[in-house]
């Protein structure tokens, strides 16, 4: 490992400024992807600026009733949230889906925001990664690719964003709020992650500079649920996940949020499905129709064509079991 730096300033504006004007220095929060990153050679920060001592690490009540989670909130404590859990059942469920209760007793919610795609050959340094090394190649695209996303990849990168409970965030209307030394700004969780394009290499749009200081949840009264498909019962990332929240009345559909995980290079918000959906009939057939739409412009190949009929049929799936209460586990 190379050497680097580390400081642990106890206030935001210090925080901000040990990294202002240096683009080698990372923030650390629980560690759980940086440090491997770091082990592998693949992040080689010159500092790592420790913010564990921010006072970031509360979900508090915002007026409008939706909530504002601390960036430095660990994983667990987000999805034991009882306000969570009964409000925002999508990201209890979505959370408590990924990794290990160790590594989410660790994990912050500012962490998980920009952690790092598991494609096996970014973090095999002697294959071709054009995240890795832009301009090198993608070894994903002839070799296994069975993992690797079918929707917003391009011809530099097919590596899926590996999250879950971005993917509820992104369902929720969730808003970044971010600090550096120009000041405080939002982004919508749909537009902090980036497709790969031309320059797989940039993933958010957080500037290098800026830290991740808070997640805004807005109100919700739709019923919400997260379904995730995947090789093994417990610490294993999605094939396909969906992030749902339905309301229906009288059969029609008043109110609908989706997101798709383990399909695409960022939490994937399904704004097709939901504009055939929104309106009209609450019906099986209708739920298929939106998937088939949503599904329409993957790229597949042939490690990972199977994902769009799971997707399609997750998809239809878990907006049944909301319409009709059922649980199908
Ligand atoms: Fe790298 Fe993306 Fe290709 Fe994986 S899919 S090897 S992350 S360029």
């Known amino acids: ?30 560690g759980t992807n940086l440090v491997d990153l770091m082990r592998e050679g693949i992040e080689r920060p010159d500092t790592v600026v420790d913010v564990t001592a921010l006072p970031l690490d509360e979900v508090i009540e915002l007026p409008d009733g939706g909530l ?26 979505a959370i408590l889906s990924g990794a290990s209760a160790q590594l989410r007793n660790m994990a912050t919610v500012g962490g998980n925001l920009l952690q790092r795609t598991r494609c096996p050959y970014f973090y095999d340094r002697a294959s071709a990664c054009n995240k890795r090394e832009p301009g090198a190649g993608c070894d994903a695209f002839g070799g296994v690719n069975r993992s690797h996303a079918v929707l917003g990849v391009s011809d530099s990168c097919i590596a899926t964003h590996p999250s879950d409970m ?11 709020e971010a600090r550096s030394v120009r000041g405080t700004r939002r982004i919508p969780l749909v537009d902090f992650h980036l497709l790969p394009g031309d320059t797989p290499q940039n ?3 957080l500037a290098a500079d800026e830290l991740i200081t808070a997640v805004e949840l807005p109100p919700i009264a739709a019923p919400s649920r997260y379904r995730k498909v995947r090789d093994r019962a417990s610490y294993a990332f999605a094939l396909v996940s969906v992030a749902a929240a339905l309301e229906v009345r ?10 798709l995980g383990g399909v695409a290079p960022k939490p994937w918000r399904a704004h097709e499905a939901e504009r055939l959906l929104l309106g009209g009939p609450a019906t099986e057939e209708a739920f298929r129709r939106a998937a088939d739409a949503e599904l329409a412009p993957a790229t597949v190949r042939p490690g990972n064509a199977f994902k769009v009929e799971l997707a399609r049929a997750t998809l239809a799936a878990t907006l049944r079991e909301l319409s009709t209460g059922e649980d199908a586990g």
């Open 68 to 93: 504002r989670i601390g960036a430095l909130v660990r994983n667990s404590t987000l999805a034991a949230d009882l306000r969570v859990r009964n409000r925002y059942p999508v990201l209890s469920q």
């Open 250 to 259: 009288d059969g029609t559909v008043t109110a609908i949020r989706l997101a």
């Open 1 to 30: 490992m190379r050497p680097f730096a580390y400081v642990k300033p106890a206030d935001l504006d210090a925080a901000v400024h040990a990294v202002a004007g240096d683009p080698g220095a990372r923030f650390l929060g629980g």
């Open 166 to 176: 971005c993917v509820a965030l992104a369902a929720l209307d969730a808003v970044v």
């Open 203 to 205: 993933e958010t749009a």
